[in-house]
């Protein structure tokens, strides 16, 4: 009786759900499958599994299943494709997915029949409150009028079928290539007063389950080919479905979301509700990539799971909570899974640390020069930029301005009425953005992120570019380390290496001597190393003053550029460097500002100010004629 007081009759958990839904298809004749990994076995093309059907790609293709032609299960899936949205009411990175499938067994009646049964008898779901769509039909496959019927006969009325088109009613493939075909999708009303009309458009019928009929392969180069067998492929997500179950329009309110919201609110200062949401979609997302083995790092799987940690760390500082916290996080979502997964705890646990650790280093300075940047630039009017942004194609419009810029043409936005002037004021540069993504960590999502909250916008097309720029010199520079006595070419290494460059160019200055070559140099993660031609010990006054000339270019922030050319025109310039025939025809020339000109393979970072405080630690002999010192960055 005591515990009846408080249980809400109505009120349905995921795990109520995902029973029900099993034992109703076993009972159906279909064995369950296993949750199937998030990262797919036999498709490369992608990074995560996205659907049920993902897993199951072969079968559908016609290799035999050896559990049988109906299968059904619950799958972990992974959707990036909407990460930006993450924050509002219903969209998720990570969410589980329920499914059943017929392989070349039943097919659209008998999918349909089954669906309804269990919507409205298992449910016992209002049957008023059910809308439907069918495929519209075009050059690929015809008006889907089977199916209508089949939702007919079973008492759904006509006004409550619409057909739609491609971008709504047509389902797969998951990679390029593979099975797919036309879908039939539930709604289900969840505002007050119901409608007689189903409209898909209106946001309160919410689609809670899709019925795909996959009887088609697409092929490479386009088109589709009919399969051998004719299949069934469902998808349920299971925290939409339970949010509306609920009558909740908010995901964030069902038992496993509430219980992690309710743990970032016992940390968190602040209230605002989109940053909650980040943090619980985020977390838990991290945790089931990194139970797969996977670390943060920054390619592919590794870079997915590192954005939305650091997303996650971002948001919880916009709420105030200055301690670590994502460990808190993750350890509520092993007791909110605890019954259907098993964690790697300590390795999940360990990575997540470590991330937080990186990146809470980073973060608070990285935060500091963003604002510096910003503060250079003049943000597009409030009105005009949201028009902007509301533009279908505003990021190809950008990119096309970008191009034209590139170009030296002139433009503007005729939709958004904003001009070039405008535009121009409000850009934060590829290299600015290489800046902060190179020296403070941050990811170009989190730059665009941060650009959006002040009006700014982020030149993604530049900053590919100078990622590009900064990969291809990491290979040169991999490929002739010896040559440029760099031991490898981590950020730390980097930094030095330019300070060689500022160093050399000191040098000269202060000691007045032009003929000053480099003699030499090694570099590690910890400090450089460098020795040049000069016939005595150096003053403290000398050392005091070289050291102060470098530290001058690193606060005055100058940008570092590179340029190919030939080397006899190299010579001409006066381009620092030793010409031996090594170097070939054409040469890499690096540029500081007007401070420095070098040959040099590189890598080097895109601005001095990334090497924040030069120090020389040390002025000895190396051998007769030559001197060495040693320096560090703070
Ligand atoms: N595979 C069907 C769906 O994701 O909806």
Known sequence: MFLNFFYNPFAMKSSELKKKYIEFFKKKGHKEIINAPLVPENDPTVLFTTAGMHPLVPFLLGEKHPAGKRLVNVQKCIRTGDID???????????????????????KEGAIKMSYEFLTEVLGLDKNRIGVSCFLGDEDAERDNTSANAWE??????????????????????????????????????????????????????????????????????????????????????????????????????????????????????????????????????????????????????????????????????????????????????????????????????????????????????????????????????????????????????????????????????????????IDKAIITGKEGFLLYQSYGFPAEMIIELAMEKNLLFHRGGFRMELEKHQELSRTAMAGRFKSGLVDHSEKTTRL?????????????????????????????????????????????????????????????????????????????????????KYGDRVKAYFIGDYSKELCSGPHVTNTNELRKFKIIKEESSSAGVRRIKAVLE
């Not at 990194?290 to 590794?302: H, K, T, V």
């Not at 799971?305 to 916290?325: E, K, S, T, V, Y």
């Not at 809470?360 to 630039?377: D, M, P, V």
Request: with cysteine; hydrophobic share 40%.
């Open 153 to 422: 006969k079973l008492g759904i009325p006509k006004e409550r079928i619409v057909f739609l088109g491609k971008e709504d009613n047509w389902w797969g493939p998951a990679g390029n290539t593979g099975p797919c075909g036309p879908d039939t999708e539930i709604f289900y009303y969840a505002g007050k007063n119901i409608p007689k009309k189903f409209n898909p458009r209106d946001k309160k019928w919410v689609e809670i389950w899709n019925d795909v009929f996959m009887e088609y392969n697409k092929i490479k180069g386009g088109g589709v080919e009919l399969l051998e067998q004719k299949n069934v492929d469902t998808g349920m997500g299971i925290e939409r479905t339970v949010a509306v179950l609920n009558g909740f329009s908010d995901v964030y309110e069902i038992d496993v979301l509430k219980s992690l919201m309710e743990k970032v609110s016992k940390i968190a200062r602040g209230e605002d509700v989109r940053s909650k949401r980040i943090i619980v979609d985020h977390l838990r997302a991290a945790a089931f990539i990194l139970n797969e083995g996977i670390a943060p790092s920054n390619l592919e799987r590794g870079y997915v799971l590192r954005r939305l940690i650091r997303r996650a760390i971002r948001h919880g500082r916009l709420l105030g909570i200055q301690d670590r916290f994502c460990k808190e996080i993750v350890k509520e979502v092993f007791i909110v899974y605890k019954w259907n997964y098993f964690f790697r705890e300590q390795f999940i646990l360990d990575e997540v640390g470590k991330e937080e650790e990186k990146f809470a280093s980073t973060l608070e300075q990285g935060l500091k020069i963003t604002e510096k940047i910003f503060s250079k630039k003049t943000p597009i009017k409030k009105e005009k930029y949201l028009k902007l942004m509301q533009l279908p194609n505003h990021v190809e419009i950008l990119k096309d301005l970008w191009n034209k810029k590139q170009a030296g043409k002139d433009y503007s936005i005729k939709e958004a009425k904003i001009s070039k002037k405008e």
């Open 497 to 581: 290496h330019t300070a060689t460059h500022l160093l050399l160019q000191a040098l000269r200055n202060i000691l007045g001597d032009k003929n000053i070559i480099q003699k030499g140099s090694n570099i590690t993660a910890d400090r450089l190393r460098f020795d040049f031609n000069f016939p005595r010990k150096l003053t403290d006054d000398e050392i005091k003053k070289i050291e102060g000339e470098v530290n001058e270019q690193i606060i005055k922030g100058l940008e570092v550029n590179w340029k190919e050319v030939k080397l006899i025109d190299a010579k001409k310039i006066g381009i620092t460097g030793v010409f031996e025939h």
């Open 85 to 107: 949205e993450v924050g509002d009411e219903v969209h998720l990175t990570f969410f589980e997915m329920l499914g059943n499938w017929s392989l070349g067994d039943y097919f």
